[in-house]
């Protein structure tokens, strides 16, 4: 794997991507952050070697080097899901790249649906801890070992530094920020009323079909990480309505402003 992360770095490299110190995985629906930063580069996904390509058509499929707060990032507009076939390799492909070419935090926003029914949908959750229900780990491969420790620690996966700042945001600008567990799911189907309670029972406050990978491999890598869910849709089992995805875009769309301000007076701060 060593020779393709090189080849793909290599190839951003000669597009200007020198040395950024955030990088940052925008989820479903929360592609605006990309209008706030300065753009010195972009590239598709389809033309940079080795990278996966992104087939969600609300995900743009685009790495974007700039500067934000004055801060350099890199931010991957779009990402990868293993509902779309690709293995946890692929997915967590983009972090190694990022790693490589010089990131020392990695930032991460997702959609997902609460379980938690106190939380309601249009609000944020904080990613304080998580659960895999993917089946498999993004580490389980051959080789693992010479890009980092296998037997990777978890007992912290998000940083609490970054975390306590996202909350004392939330709390100045008057952004509810919720704090919970999420867990990730395969998908593509949306989960059953039994699942719901399953998840619920576990200790689950949110679901999504992203994110536990990247992290996974971002604390295989030692970059500090952070991530943050927009509620979507409520998931309550004794009442649950068929799901209606432009309703849940949408909705990601309605708390993009706030989630825009926790992202861009978090990175001033790092």
């Avoid at 110190?21 to 972009?42: A, F, R, V, Y």
């Avoid at 890199?74 to 790693?99: A, C, N, W």
């Avoid at 780990?137 to 700042?165: H, Q, W």
């Avoid at 999420?182 to 998908?187: H, K, L, R, T």
């Amino acid at each position: 794997m060593q020779k393709y992360i090189n080849e793909t770095t290599d190839y951003l490299k000669n597009k200007g991507f020198e040395n950024p110190e955030i990088g940052i995985i925008l989820g479903t629906g929360l592609g605006q952050l990309t209008n706030e930063i300065k753009i010195i580069s972009e590239v598709s996904y389809n033309h940079i070697p080795n990278f996966p390509t992104a087939t969600v058509e609300f995900h743009k499929g685009k790495l974007i080097y700039g500067t934000i707060e004055n801060k350099t990032v890199i931010v991957m507009q779009g990402r990868f899901h293993l509902y779309e076939g690709y293995s946890l390799q692929d997915i967590t492909f983009p972090v190694r790249i990022m790693k490589q070419l010089g990131i020392k935090t990695l930032l991460v926003s997702n959609a997902a649906g609460a379980i938690n029914l106190d939380f309601k949908k249009g609000e944020l959750m904080l990613i304080e801890d998580h659960i895999n229900l993917q089946g498999s780990s993004p580490l389980a491969f051959k080789g693992v070992e010479e890009l980092g420790e296998r037997f990777t620690d978890m007992s912290e996966p998000y940083d609490s530094k970054i975390n306590s700042i996202f909350q004392n945001i939330a709390k100045t600008n008057n952004i509810t920020l919720h704090k919970g567990v999420y867990a990730s799911v395969v998908g593509p189907q949306l989960e059953t009323k039994a699942e719901y309670r399953m998840l619920k029972i576990i200790g689950a406050d949110a679901v999504g079909m992203s994110t536990v990978p990247e992290i996974i491999v971002a604390n295989h890598l030692k970059l500090k990480v952070a991530a943050v869910s927009v509620l979507t849709d409520e998931c309550d089992p004794s009442n649950l309505k068929p799901v209606d995805i432009p309703e849940i875009i949408a909705m990601a769309g309605k708390a993009e402003p706030d989630m825009i301000i926790l992202f861009k007076k978090l990175i001033k701060q790092l």
